[in-house]
């Protein structure tokens, strides 16, 4: 188990940028991949982005390709979220998930294949 906590959210215009934070203690944080998802009110959780070990094994949602990118620091055991141009539909809690690195590339779009989650940061982005 992995024990997950996100920070970075806030408050930002449309076409601003934010740099989400999710900070992992526990088992070997290499040994799993990590996930952003995120979560608007009356709405389904839904994936953002997943990165794996190598740096170009990330995917992305298509709603956000070409304006959130992914990261990992392995040896600070931390992952970010990098938001670009952000718009008003990017409007949610967002929320950092893991999940072992065997296997990952399937249903990686998945939450019901994360094991442990963060309890999420709101990022409002107003018109």
């Known amino acids: 188990q992995v024990h997950l906590v996100e920070s970075g959210g806030g408050l930002v215009q449309t076409g601003g940028s934010l740099r989400l934070s999710c900070a992992a203690s526990?088992?070997?944080?290499?040994?799993?991949?990590m996930g952003w998802f995120r979560q608007a009110p009356g709405q389904e959780r839904e994936f953002v982005a997943v990165r794996g070990w190598r740096p170009g094994s990330a995917q992305y949602a298509d709603s956000v390709k070409g304006r959130f990118a992914i990261s990992r620091d392995n040896a600070k055991n931390m992952v970010y979220l990098q938001m670009n141009s952000l718009k008003p539909e990017d409007t949610a809690v967002y929320f950092c998930?893991?999940?072992?690195?065997?296997?990952?590339?399937?249903?990686?779009?998945?939450?019901?294949?994360?094991?442990?989650w963060g309890q999420g940061t709101q990022v409002t982005v107003s018109s």
């Open positions: 998930a893991a999940r072992p690195l065997l296997g990952y590339y399937n249903n990686y779009d998945n939450p019901s294949e994360y094991d442990d």
């Open positions: 526990g088992r070997t944080f290499s040994s799993y991949a």
